[in-house]
């Protein structure tokens, strides 16, 4: 389900995002797509995460974003 403030475009921007790329800090996500206030992105990373469709990770004083790959998805569900 997706969150009532998180559009399905904010999501495919992110996402279509990592699919040139294989990471990206939060910072780069918000200035790559100006069209997207950084609370939107902020709420559409969580959602992604918690859904488990990307990886958030703590680099230092920052955060990054990886896509998840299907076969990471499918053996995080089965352990």
């Not at 997706?2 to 999501?11: A, L, N, Q, R, Y």
């Not at 294989?22 to 200035?31: A, D, F, G, I, Y």
């Not at 992604?48 to 790959?69: H, N």
């Amino acid at each position: 389900m997706v969150h009532p403030s998180i559009s399905p475009t904010s999501e495919g921007l992110i996402l279509d995002l990592l699919g040139l790329r294989n990471s990206l800090t939060l910072e780069q996500v918000v200035t790559l797509l100006p069209e997207l206030s950084w609370n939107q992105v902020f709420k559409t990373v969580d959602e992604l995460s918690r859904r488990g469709e990307i990886i958030l990770l703590r680099r230092g004083f920052e955060y990054e974003i990886e896509r998840m790959s299907s076969k990471a998805r499918v053996l995080a569900c089965a352990g």
